[in-house]
């Protein structure tokens, strides 16, 4: 295993990969890439959070910036604190869906938003080259806390035009949430309650003590269906270790699919403000097909959540997101945020006066196939694999923004490098599981086989 550096920022498991060491050298980078000035620092609820906060904050201090801590909170709550204080950059101390014991470095610029690849190339520059600024003891950073960024977070949603609480609250909804004992334990139950939902939460102590696997998928979340429909609570909502994913349980415990929060966010937010949309290439076709419904054009990019809002700012798209469970909205923040989903959600079951399970029915369907090639076990450099899927799928021209997308009439096969693991991504979506299933087998079968017989002429 090695230290993940990547446009979603530097990670691994702490003590092995990501060490006090390398946590002072990219800390360091950053500062001397800010040249000091506010630099807002927050984190999940990870055991090694504290830990970390208290490396990164010294660290920060020692380049001349001035630190703001904002304690635990949610990942889209620091990027809006970055522009509230009007801070030279935020770090945020997160390894987001990964198990408990990894940790992160995410980096923010002055807008609240990850560096995007030159930034991120800049630092990770200094930080190979450890070409620090470090200041002498008359001129060292100060720091301060911030208490309020989470109220500010929830306000700020509230102030929306299209967000109605006394409308919400006379619906007489009562949720169920698991936000992981992670960052969203505190800050999604008190926004339902400003929008008047009876709140019953699970898993909401912000202990670091993950009681399932953090990462928001149907195998992961069966304490929340169950509880949602034994206790007949109207919908159920869960986060992961950062509350920037959000997925959603209707009234009979069945869940909605992570593809289909942005998908009903895109449906909301076009029926209040019309315009283009933005996702990622690994993101269902049902995003598409629900901004076509409107007359108008979903924009694709590369996976990583900057490659979105980049792809959103350049297209003046008025929603984006990832079939992941992210939700941006750029009338608030320029970044995946659960909290303004949840509230997004709440609003299209108030307006148009439906359940979870009869609004998911109105929306187009398909099924993705989402796996992971171990490249370390396999003994397989990703490289050579994509290349050897490109070559093989040539004649259709295959879209090589980001790894390899084949394109075909009944379904879509995305194979691409992780930005956060050392594994090979792939997705395969179609009408149903039979489709989607036969469709890997027609792209990657051929692959696989290659491969194989690659390997072997290189071990012989």
Known sequence: MALMVSVSGIRGIFGSDLTP???VSYTAAFGTWLKGGRVVVGRDTRITGPICEEIVVATLQSCGCDVIRVGVVPTP??????????ARGGIILTASHNPAQWNALKLLN?????????????????????????RDYRNLGLCQEDEAAIDRHIEAILELPYIHPEQIRGSGFKVAVDAVNGAGSVALPRLLSKLGVEVHPIHCTPN????????????NLTDLCRKVASDRFDLGLATDPD?????????NG??????????AAFDFMLSNEPGDTATNLSSSRAASDITEKYGKTCHRSA???INVVDKM?????????????GVINPDLHNGRDALTGAAMILQLLADRETSASSYRSTLPDYVIIKKKYDLLQMGVDADEMLETMASIWAPIDPDRTDGVKVNLEEGWVHVRKSNTEPIVRVYCEAHTLDEARELEEKVMGPVQKQVSQQKRQGDA
Not at 77 to 86: D, E, L
Not at 254 to 263: A, I, N, R
């Open 303 to 305: 996976v990583g959540e």
């Open 208 to 219: 670091g003590d993950f009681p399932h696997n953090p990462e928001p998928l149907p195998e």
């Open 243 to 251: 509350a920037d994913r959000l997925a959603v349980v209707d009234e």
């Open 254 to 263: 069945t869940l909605w699919g992570e593809e289909y929060t942005q998908v």
């Open 77 to 86: 709550t620091v990027g809006i604190a970055v522009r509230h204080h009007q």
């Open 313 to 325: 700012q350049e297209t003046g798209a008025v929603i984006a997101g990832e079939g992941n469970g």
């Open 21 to 23: 060491e390398n946590l």
């Open 110 to 134: 002055d807008r609240g938003l990850f560096l995007n690849k030159r930034e991120g190339e800049t630092v990770i520059r200094i930080a190979d080259q450890k070409q620090f600024t470090f």
